[in-house]
């Protein structure tokens, strides 16, 4: 038959078989993309544009309002949103889908130390630290929190009261972080209370709350009250090296971090301590199950994978400025600390605080600090309260006051929009 076929019938045949396989290998893709979405939860390369669509069903919240040249500049709050020309160029190595059947127990990890803290959170942030060299992880337990802000009230829970029954005394060197004393008085509790300033403070029985570098005016510090019976948690929420050099690789008894300040996702609310005693890790994870039933898995995930891009862009990219966020972010404080101080030095009317630098251990030179607000003095006469001043040129701050210091002086983030840092610093340099 072979013989008696025209050309023509040959090549038809010859088609045909083509076509048959053909056929084969595009249902054999087809299947392969099928399993991959079901059971593996992984897109193939045709057809996602129906998966992306379902994925940006859900429509984030835009935050703050705009700023304009003339509407009203929040510098209030230390909301970090200057980081995000960063992460809109990592694309999908920051992103994270979580299929609807997934993550839904309460528990994470029962065999772990701390049942509702994510393994791979945990990885994450044991490397980050591996990397920078800003804490010691080796020989500590890490417990996961809804921001450091609720580890802060798991640690002075667990702390308290004093040995006799009595209330501890919750004490920070003024200027101190302004939540300090509104968060440990909240609750009114009869465990502990917020007992001022660490400087004048000569009772007994004490938390002191470290803060370096220090919340409102960039400090470096250690603890200052040196008694036995005094006990320390250190808030290193700006021990990054984009707000000053890594010059020790901290060892204290609780050390708190937050991906807030770190990488800038403060609405992600996860926050991390290291905890060296186990008791008094376990009586924080009691508060933590006791307040919320464990921290959000979600977020914990969304937070591992963010910790893992900054990670990768360390160890496994190439060099270069999108992949690596602490020198994005220390070259961009930098540049706004530069054009800050030289308006402040024009004004002839304010006044910041000394800079400083230091040998960082992570970037292998000397750098200079950069703060990550603004402790801005004024020295204009009449001027007494500050925030009220700066409030009428449409400027919102933070006033001396709440730190435990006069009213000369307020607290300006520096981690804001660059529309509504430029804004500020256009306005400032109209003051005389
Ligand atoms: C010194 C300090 N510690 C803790 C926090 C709270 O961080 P989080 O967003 O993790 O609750 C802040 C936030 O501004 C802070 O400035």
């Known amino acids: 038959m072979a013989a008696g076929e025209t050309g023509g019938m040959a090549a038809v045949r010859c088609a045909g078989k083509i076509g048959v396989a053909a056929s084969v290998a595009v249902n054999l893709a087809f299947l392969v993309m099928y399993i991959r979405r079901r059971y593996l939860g992984g897109g193939g390369s045709g057809g996602r544009r129906s998966d992306d669509e379902e994925i940006t069903v859900v429509e984030p919240s835009q935050g703050k309002p705009p700023v304009t040249h003339d509407s009203i500049v929040n510098l209030d709050h ?17 992103t994270i889908a979580i299929p609807g059947w997934q993550m839904m127990s309460y528990f994470s990890d029962l065999s772990g130390f701390c049942w509702f803290l994510e393994p791979g959170f945990e990885r994450e942030v044991r490397r980050l630290h591996r990397l920078v060299g800003n ?56 465990l502990y209370r917020w007992d001022g300033d660490a400087n004048t403070f000569e009772g007994s029985n004490s938390i002191e709350l470290v803060c370096s570098p220090n919340n409102p005016d960039g400090g470096i510090r250690k603890a200052v009250i040196t008694s036995k019976s005094g006990k320390t948690i250190h808030d290193f929420a700006y021990y990054w090296p984009q707000y000053a050099p890594i010059t020790e690789t901290a060892a204290h008894d609780i050390m708190m971090f937050t991906v807030s300040k770190c990488t800038g996702h403060a609405g992600t609310r996860i926050g991390w301590a290291l905890v060296k005693d186990t008791e008094v890790a376990q009586k924080m994870i009691k508060f933590i199950e006791l307040n919320t ?48 101080r030289a308006t402040v030095a024009a004004s002839g009317i304010f006044s910041l605080p000394n800079q400083f630098s230091g040998y960082c251990t992570f970037a292998k030179e000397t750098v200079t600090a950069n703060p990550p607000f603004a402790w801005l003095r004024c020295h204009k006469d009449g001027v007494e309260d500050l925030e009220a001043f700066l409030r009428k040129h449409k400027i919102f701050t933070r006033g001396g006051p709440r730190f435990g210091v006069d009213g000369r002086v307020v607290r300006v983030s520096m981690l804001d929009t660059d529309e509504a840092f430029n804004v500020f610093i256009d306005r400032v340099a109209s003051m005389k």
């Open 78 to 94: 230390g909301d970090p949103t200057m980081y995000k020309g960063f992460w809109r160029k990592t694309g999908n190595r920051a």
């Open 135 to 190: 804490a010691v992880v080796d020989g500590y337990h890490l417990l996961v929190g809804t921001g450091s802000t609720q580890l802060f009230q798991a640690a002075i829970y667990a702390l308290s009261p004093a040995e006799d029954g009595t209330p501890m005394s919750v004490v920070s060197p003024a200027p101190y972080y302004s939540s300090y004393p509104s968060v440990t008085n909240f609750l009114n509790s009869g």
């Open 293 to 340: 039933i464990g921290v959000s898995k979600d977020s914990q995930l969304r937070a591992a994978k963010i910790l893992k891009a900054i990670c990768d862009g360390y160890e496994l990219l190439p060099i270069g400025e999108a992949n690596r966020l602490f020198h994005f972010a220390q070259q961009k404080m930098a540049e706004r600390w530069s054009k800050l």
